[in-house]
């Protein structure tokens, strides 16, 4: 018997669905939607060389140009622990944004290159800790800093291990999971035994299209969380709330949807140990790194940043520009384009959504109104989904709640930008944490309501997968 559903997105992907079997629906044809190549509006740019996602977008002038690049500069600037060169430390992950966000993208991960910890004042990753109830520990907090300035001791040094399997597609060819095992050492208080820990690493996100993004219609959002029940697939998005400062806002960034803003304040604060006006207390209070900051000369008596300074970063990150699709008359790419809609990726990956009218505010007040009234293709719905929880090997629970995200759900991660962070960062490695070394691996790590899309895309010959691939690196 055939049955034909079909599904509505904004008026413009009709999908026709033929038969079924165990492991998903097994799809015929599906209508390709045109033009997708102007990625974010007025904001996109038409640039695919290692600069392709930090170059100001094309409205910015005047004022906003010259902020632009106070805040380019302010992102990219070393700190150090000197108190007019910046106030870095006394603990930190990183010497600046720009040492994790290079070129405005995923600075490669020292997981790989150094086994955890960076030698290089850097590690280019967070790593969370919690108790397995979920509290935090008393000496440390949600963040194990792992760098230090001369003559303080870090909080701890992370390692990791990697332990490969070998998997086959219905064809025969082979694939590779690498599944990463954290262990902490060189605790600067208390040791803290393994099984009482739960520990996340994540490595940085790009920073693609974070304007476009803080502009989102949320009630575009949480209308998407309300539709997002496709239960022949066993998917079913939800938003995530985040309460600060008394507030109640639905939260867009992080890898879990976890904050409301672009945290700013919160990484100069977390990820340098810079103070300022939201985060006046060093991260390291009460600890003995405080005794020995003072020692090294440090001093407490003044924030290390200005509220003016942040909101030019803040605007930075706002007004850089999105690249613009590539390769999209490429048959290859056309053809991987149509087995992306034919796997069920664009239920999650949602194509296009809409920025509302007044545009963007910063953190400091200044309004950002060109981002308003954008037609955008961010290919995610920003919404969390259960991604699975290890079985065979496989899964993506991390066992971090973080507002209303338990353990194993994330929030779709926008594709935008991703087919040239090779360029960009020379590397391919994705996921939260960095351990799918390509594309197909990603897409192999995925389980829960992802498992549908995964065996389709499975399923699918050499051919198909490769042309989906292509596609994916066409974005």
């Given at each position: 018997?055939?049955r034909?559903l ?18 998903g ?25 290692s ?9 910015v ?31 930190y ?6 040492s994790?966000?290079?070129?405005a993208?995923r600075t490669?991960?020292?997981l ?8 290089y ?14 509290a935090?520990?008393?000496n440390?907090?949600?963040?194990l800093h792992?760098?230090?300035?001369y ?7 992370l ?14 060819e082979?694939?590779?999971l690498c599944k ?6 060189e605790?600067?208080?208390d040791?803290?035994?393994p ?44 938003c995530n709330?985040?309460?600060?400062r008394?507030?109640t ?22 990820d ?11 991260i ?14 440090l001093?407490?008596?003044q924030l ?8 030019d ?10 690249p ?18 034919e ?15 007044r ?5 400091n ?8 009234n ?10 969390l989904?259960?991604m ?7 899964g ?23 087919g040239l962070?090779?360029v ?14 390509n594309l ?9 309501e992802?498992?549908a ?23």
């Open positions: 018997m055939r034909i079909k599904f509505l997105f904004y008026g413009f992907l009709p999908v026709a669905l033929w038969g079924c079997h165990k492991e629906i097994d799809q015929q044809y599906v209508e390709v939607p045109d033009g997708y190549a102007l990625s974010a509006g007025t904001a996109t740019n038409f640039l695919a060389s600069k392709a996602y930090d170059f100001e977008a094309p409205w002038s005047g004022i906003y140009s010259t902020r632009f690049n106070d805040g380019d500069g302010l992102y990219d600037d070393v700190r150090t622990s000197s108190n007019q060169d910046g106030g870095l430390g006394p603990v992950a990183g010497y600046s944004c720009g994790c966000h290079r070129n993208g490669k991960p020292t790989w290159s150094d086994g955890g910890s960076g030698n004042g850097f590690s280019s990753m967070l790593v969370y800790i919690t108790r397995k109830n979920g935090f520990f008393q440390y907090g949600r963040v792992d760098q230090a300035i003559g303080v001791k870090p909080e701890g040094k390692s990791v291990k990697y332990n490969y399997q070998t998997f086959e597609f219905p064809d025969g082979t694939y590779e990463p095992t954290y262990t902490i050492t605790w600067y208080a040791s803290i035994r099984e009482d820990l739960f520990c996340s690493v994540r490595i940085p996100l790009r920073h693609v299209g974070m304007g476009q993004m803080m502009a989102l219609d949320q009630t575009e959002i949480e209308a998407l969380a309300a539709k997002s029940n496709y239960p022949e697939y066993g998917i079913s998005g939800r709330y985040i309460s600060e008394g507030v806002r639905l939260g867009l960034s992080g890898n879990k949807a976890q904050h409301a803003d672009l945290t700013v304040e919160l990484g100069f604060s977390s340098m140990g810079v103070t300022n006006s939201r985060y006046p207390e060093e390291c209070e009460g600890q003995i790194q405080m005794d020995q900051g003072s020692m090294m000369g001093s407490y008596d290390d940043v200005s509220t003016e300074d942040m909101e970063v803040d605007l930075y990150m706002h007004c850089l520009g999105v613009a699709r590539r390769n999209v008359n490429d048959v290859q790419v056309q053809k991987g384009e149509q087995k992306f809609y796997a069920k990726c664009h239920l999650c990956h949602v194509t296009t959504l809409h920025t509302k009218t545009g963007a505010t910063l953190l007040g200044t309004e950002l109104p060109w981002l308003g954008q037609t955008i293709h961010p290919y995610s719905d920003f919404l989904h259960d699975g929880s290890e079985i065979m090997g496989v993506l629970n991390d066992n971090y709640v973080s507002g209303l995200a338990r353990g194993n759900e994330w929030r779709t991660t926008p594709l935008w930008g991703i962070q090779e960009v960062n020379g590397h391919t490695y994705f996921l939260h944490d960095g351990r799918a070394r197909v691996e990603a897409i192999m790590w995925h389980g829960g992802a498992e899309s995964k065996n389709l895309f499975k399923s699918m010959s050499k051919e198909d997968r490769d042309a989906l691939i292509a596609f994916l690196n066409s974005l």
